[in-house]
């Protein structure tokens, strides 16, 4: 229920404002209330995916790229999460998402918890964009043309620095 209030809550600011570059960081604000603590007072790991999926949904929603009905659905490839501090009851924190490319297949994100200055958890997500069950290519979803970089040296690299930071 809690996901689905704070799901809502986003909706209505998201749809409220000006469309957002794809390119943009997407910031969101939570603070940890109690139905979102685990056995041992603080936000339990498996928590932070509902704030990373939040954060993705601010992405594409926040750039109107669901509404130019490129693609019907969104699945996650593949995530993997950092978590390097607990955050306590009633702490606030900000979960940033930001696009870190995209190939033939897959769009990359990056997300960072913050609780202040201090880094809680990295996460990083690999997603694919369906229509019918069939794989639409991100550069068509984003209307942006094929990355030059090598976006998977980049995750590779990205995965590589989050395992040092255990």
């Not at 998201?14 to 685990?38: I, T």
């Not at 601010?58 to 995530?79: G, N, V």
Request: hydrophobic letters at 45%; aromatic letters at 14%.
């Amino acid at each position: 229920m809690n996901l689905l209030v704070r799901l809502f809550w986003l909706a209505l600011r998201v749809w409220c404002r000006v469309p957002r570059d794809v390119h943009a960081v997407s910031r969101l604000h939570f603070r940890v209330w109690l139905h979102d603590l685990g056995w041992r007072d603080h936000l339990p790991n498996y928590r932070f995916m509902s704030f990373f999926e939040l954060g993705r949904f601010d992405f594409w929603h926040a750039s109107r790229l669901p509404f130019r009905r490129r693609y019907r659905t969104r699945l996650i490839a593949a995530q993997e999460v950092v978590y390097l501090r607990p955050i306590a009851p009633l702490a606030r924190f900000s979960c940033s998402t930001r696009l870190l490319g995209w190939d033939e297949k897959y769009c990359y994100f990056l997300h960072q918890v913050h609780c202040g200055e201090t880094l809680m958890a990295v996460g990083l997500v690999k997603e694919v964009c369906l229509w019918g069950g069939r794989v639409v290519s991100p550069a068509q979803v984003l209307q942006l043309p094929a990355q030059d970089v090598p976006v998977m040296q980049q995750w590779q690299r990205l995965q590589d620095e989050l395992k040092t930071l255990c």
